[in-house]
């Protein structure tokens, strides 16, 4: 692995997550130059295996989520697997997890037995429900934290027919965030205290603050002054849209932008005749009918007419993209956010980079590709103090194994 550059330069990170949600959080990591090492089991990471691929273990999602990672193998059911753990804590700043609490216990790799090992230690616990509350042990996936927070329910009363799920892995890159904001903090008390500590990242608490946020609205208040939900927000008519000849995202928002619009379209008198659209709070307390006239009108141009239109009134507009618009965005293709490399196994490849910009530690445009199922083990149990005799036998034992014998 080469040497790293970025803000987080010099952090050693053991990443013993899976899925997304983890994932999603130590690539970012990894991407402003922390060193991640990421334990895996025999079986390696679930998203491995979800195609399409071009060879076996190395799926699409994985890709993306694991690039500028070392990866080692490790049975951690085996006693002499979680002492190699505890050994790479000796060395590493944050150990971040998104097994069970309960089961890491188990493994001896929770807070207490990690700090035994290495005080300073970060220990960030990615977990589907805070540990003081009745949910604490239960399992918790993307699907299953969207409906108990209420985005099926906001889905249905945006106009879905059937509650139905964010097509999206929405809670775990939301918890995935805040998982990197915990490990940034806590490096940042530590430089000021000199102690480590333990942190809890709840996929449930994190996506309820999430949608709370925005649609707790007259619940806020006790007694309640209105009943759930933003009114904007879940407004069927919140849309792209649809224009002579395709469709186009629009946003009048404020008075200036209700008036240039007014004015573009022939109808300057219209923002001060019309009671519905003369202030905000009027726009918002009538929000259905306001959206309902804007996609009237809408109609009545094309895409690049309205776009020639509103760029000159100075009304926020944007195309609607699928996937494919974006990997073909100018902006996003100038930024450098899709990149054009070449994975030693996998080929030719449109990766995504870090969104963020740095004036003084700027991360390194070209991240190592995503690792091989057990592909530096043998690498870092050399970097650990093991022989090469016990990594021998280790292999031959399937406590892990290398990249050639997985």
Request: glycine share 8%.
């Amino acid at each position: 692995m080469k040497q790293r550059s970025g803000p987080l330069a010099g952090i050693k990170i053991l990443d013993m997550t899976s899925v997304i949600m983890g994932p999603y959080a130590t690539q970012i990591l990894a991407s402003m130059g922390a060193e991640v090492t990421k334990i895996e089991t025999l079986d390696g990471d679930n998203m491995r295996h979800v195609g399409p691929m071009q060879n076996p273990g190395m799926g699409h999602i994985f890709l993306h989520a694991n690039q500028g990672k070392r990866s080692i193998v490790l049975d951690l059911k085996r006693p002499e697997a979680q002492e190699v753990v505890l050994r790479l804590v000796e060395q590493a700043d944050v150990l971040i997890t998104n097994v069970r609490p309960q089961a890491l216990a188990r493994l001896n790799l929770d807070y207490d037995s990690v700090k035994a090992r290495n005080g300073k230690i970060i220990h960030v616990s990615c977990c589907g429900f805070g540990q003081d509350g009745p949910y604490a042990a239960k399992a918790a996936y993307d699907d299953l934290i969207q409906g108990a927070t209420g985005v099926p329910w906001l889905m249905q009363r945006y106009g879905a027919k059937d509650p139905c799920y964010a097509p999206v892995t929405l809670a775990d890159r939301v918890t995935g965030l805040h998982a990197v904001y915990a490990v940034t903090g806590a490096l940042f008390a530590r430089e000021k205290s000199g102690e480590g500590q333990a942190v809890v990242v709840p996929m449930f608490e994190v996506m309820a603050q999430f949608v709370l946020g925005d649609h707790m609205a007259g619940l806020s208040f006790d007694p309640p002054a209105g009943d759930a939900g933003y009114a904007r927000l879940l407004t069927s008519h919140r849309r792209p849209y649809k224009t002579k000849d395709g469709y186009l995202c629009v946003l009048i928002y404020n008075d200036k932008h209700w008036r240039n619009f007014f004015e573009a379209i022939g109808e300057a008198d219209r923002f001060m005749l019309d009671p519905r659209f003369s202030s905000h709070g009027a726009r918002a307390a009538n929000i259905d009918e306001v959206y309902a006239e804007v996609g009237r009108i809408m109609l009545e141009r094309t895409v690049s007419e309205w776009e020639a239109l509103l760029d000159a009134a100075d009304i926020p507009n944007m195309p609607m993209n699928s996937p494919q618009d974006l990997l073909n965005d100018i902006h996003l293709q100038t930024v450098g956010l899709i990149r054009d490399t070449k994975h030693p196994t996998e080929g030719e490849l449109h990766t995504i980079g870090n969104p963020t910009s740095w004036s003084n530690t700027p991360l390194d445009p070209e991240a190592d590709p995503a690792p091989r199922l057990g592909q530096h083990s043998i690498e870092v149990l050399l970097e650990a103090g093991y022989a090469p005799a016990e990594i021998e036998r280790m292999i031959a034992e399937r406590v892990t194994a290398g990249s050639a014998a997985v």
